[in-house]
């Protein structure tokens, strides 16, 4: 019905930057809303930042100020923008999005992670 394809990690320095998308297929009306989550070794899944289209957004003080989410609906595409990687950020970042199939339909799916990490 859905697919979502997640792509933009790698390997930076510390104070790099990278940036995350997934990209949605399929039966797709519009975006609706993407949490993006990160997990790192041996910790639990933290949620980052959450967006929505109307371009509203709320992030976790360890992201704040670097990082962006943001949705573009004319490519069915959501982003991470980070800067000023530290080390710390190394994890497996997901993106969890909500997209509208039809008006009061919606479909929520995971992608499957993508690996950053964050060279000292």
């Known amino acids: 019905q859905v697919q979502l394809a997640e792509s933009g990690g790698g390997l930076v320095q510390n104070g790099g930057s990278l940036t995350l998308s997934c990209t949605a297929s399929?039966?797709?009306?519009?975006?609706?809303?993407v949490d993006w989550y990160r997990q790192a070794p041996g910790k639990e899944r933290e949620l980052v930042a959450v967006?929505?289209?109307?371009?509203?957004?709320t992030y976790a003080d360890s992201a704040k100020g670097r990082f962006t989410a943001s949705i573009d609906n004319s490519k069915n595409a959501v982003y991470l923008q980070m800067n000023s990687l530290k080390p710390e950020d190394t994890a497996v970042y997901f993106c969890?999005?909500?997209?509208?199939?039809?008006?009061?339909?919606?479909?929520?799916?995971w992608g499957r992670g993508t690996q950053v990490t964050v060279s000292s």
């Open positions: 969890n999005v909500e997209v509208w199939l039809s008006p009061g339909e919606t479909w929520n799916g």
């Open positions: 399929g039966r797709i009306s519009s975006m609706s809303s």
């Open positions: 967006t929505t289209s109307d371009g509203g957004a």
